[in-house]
């Protein structure tokens, strides 16, 4: 702020122009479709600009949904004992080497008599492949993909994360949490490779900060990915009294660091 007030500059009308088009999206679209939703769903409900493309796809997917045709189909999976009493799992791919495809074995019948067949069968490993994988750290977070974890790692809605992700953001631990980018400020990514050098040796520092490239083409990118405002303030020493507010604090300091790391 004090930067700005230094270095005054004329206003940018193009920015002005595009929080005009927000506000005017705001009440062609919101207040149109909420009135809507109160009669049709339930009270209370809202859908500006950005809710109303939620409730399209939702839409759209229900429709998927009532349309799908199902279609059997039957895959075979087998244990198989080693001569050391180790169980190894293998799955059939292909019979008298044509490759199977999704829907090649279609009801029962089919499936029992393959089984059959296999059962009087003996097996033997042809082949050993060994391959070296290298495996990047994923992106820090952005709003969605927050969401998405907290779910998986924790169990927690999207409404009690972001509830939670709020709180952190108003304590100033967080950046803003609603965000579909995943930059990076620079400032952030050098005093992340110190602490990383610092705090666990220089070979868990990257030699180069790594940057990620937004995949949604919509993706408005106003703000940065989530991550500690203080990498240094860590899940250990920060002090919460919520433990909800901690976990949530530990997937996303985890993840933002683990992103910077070889």
């Given at each position: 702020?004090?930067?700005?007030?230094?270095?005054?500059?004329?206003?940018?009308?193009?920015?002005?122009?595009?929080?005009?088009?927000?506000?005017?999206?705001?009440?062609?679209?919101?207040y149109e479709l909420s009135p809507f939703l109160w009669r049709k769903v339930t009270k209370g409900l809202s859908?500006?600009?950005?809710?109303?493309?939620?409730?399209?796809?939702?839409?759209?997917?229900?429709?998927?949904?009532?349309?799908?045709?199902?279609?059997?189909?039957?895959?075979?999976?087998?244990?198989?004992?080693?001569?050391?009493?180790?169980?190894?799992?293998?799955?059939?791919?292909?019979?008298?080497?044509?490759?199977?495809?999704?829907?090649?074995?279609?009801?029962?019948?089919?499936?029992?008599?393959?089984?059959?067949?296999?059962?009087?069968?003996?097996?033997?490993?042809?082949?050993?492949?060994?391959?070296?994988?290298?495996?990047?750290?994923?992106?820090?977070?952005?709003?969605?993909?927050?969401?998405?974890?907290?779910?998986?790692?924790?169990?927690?809605?999207?409404?009690?994360?972001?509830?939670?992700?709020?709180?952190?953001?108003?304590?100033?631990?967080?950046?803003?949490?609603?965000?579909?980018?995943?930059?990076?400020?620079?400032?952030?990514?050098?005093?992340?490779?110190?602490?990383?050098?610092?705090?666990?040796?220089?070979?868990?520092?990257?030699?180069?900060?790594?940057?990620?490239?937004?995949?949604?083409?919509?993706?408005?990118?106003?703000?940065?990915?989530?991550?500690?405002?203080?990498?240094?303030?860590?899940?250990?020493?920060?002090?919460?009294?919520?433990?909800?507010?901690?976990?949530?604090?530990?997937?996303?300091?985890?993840?933002?660091?683990?992103?910077?790391?070889?």
């Amino acid at each position: 702020i004090q930067e700005a007030l230094e270095h005054p500059r004329t206003i940018d009308l193009h920015l002005v122009d595009a929080q005009q088009a927000r506000r005017v999206l705001d009440r062609l679209v919101g207040y149109e479709l909420s009135p809507f939703l109160w009669r049709k769903v339930t009270k209370g409900l809202s859908a500006g600009r950005v809710q109303s493309v939620t409730v399209r796809l939702i839409v759209e997917r229900e429709n998927e949904i009532r349309n799908f045709k199902p279609q059997e189909y039957w895959s075979i999976h087998a244990n198989l004992k080693t001569p050391s009493d180790s169980i190894l799992e293998s799955t059939l791919h292909a019979i008298d080497n044509v490759p199977l495809e999704k829907f090649s074995i279609g009801n029962r019948e089919d499936a029992e008599r393959i089984v059959h067949e296999l059962q009087q069968s003996s097996f033997a490993v042809t082949n050993v492949e060994r391959k070296v994988v290298k495996k990047n750290p994923p992106a820090p977070f952005t709003t969605s993909t927050l969401q998405q974890e907290a779910a998986k790692r924790l169990g927690y809605s999207s409404k009690k994360t972001m509830l939670f992700a709020q709180r952190l953001y108003e304590l100033g631990l967080i950046t803003y949490m609603r965000t579909d980018s995943t930059n990076i400020a620079e400032s952030a990514l050098a005093a992340t490779k110190n602490y990383l050098a610092s705090a666990f040796g220089e070979p868990y520092a990257a030699d180069a900060p790594r940057t990620f490239k937004t995949t949604s083409r919509a993706a408005q990118e106003a703000h940065e990915a989530i991550r500690p405002t203080d990498v240094s303030v860590t899940p250990q020493n920060v002090a919460l009294t919520q433990v909800s507010e901690q976990k949530v604090y530990m997937l996303i300091w985890q993840r933002f660091v683990a992103s910077q790391m070889p």
